[in-house]
């Protein structure tokens, strides 16, 4: 694990794949996507996951193309972005999964 993280490329796809799930994860609630990009990808797309696909595979692209050119700090700053991006994610399923949870206990306290 550890020389998937000292390669910037391993770890932007890492971090791709996670979005991918996160982001899967958080349509399966209902809950809607917030990137505009994305969400025309899957509204014009014949799936959810079609579209997501599709960025996913442009995103991957992109930062071949910006590891080629030799640019890893802006790889490094992208791979802090979407490492963000995913903790934002998770936190915001595991926010809405508490949520009836969280309601049950109000009601029943109330």
């Known amino acids: 694990m550890l020389r998937v993280a000292a390669h910037p490329l391993a770890l932007y796809g890492y971090l791709q794949l996670l979005d991918l799930l996160t982001t899967l994860a958080f349509l399966s609630y209902g809950l809607t996507e917030a990137n505009p990009l994305v969400r025309w990808a899957i509204a014009n797309s014949g ?13 991957l692209m992109l930062g071949a193309l910006v590891w080629r ?4 700090r802006v790889l490094w ?20 999964a508490q949520k009836p949870a969280l309601s049950q206990v109000l009601v029943s306290t109330g």
């Open 69 to 72: 050119m030799g640019r890893l």
């Open 77 to 96: 700053l992208a791979n802090l972005l979407f490492a963000a991006l995913v903790v934002w994610n998770v936190v915001a399923l595991i926010l809405h």
């Open 47 to 59: 799936s959810a996951i079609s579209g997501l696909l599709a960025v996913k595979l442009l995103a």
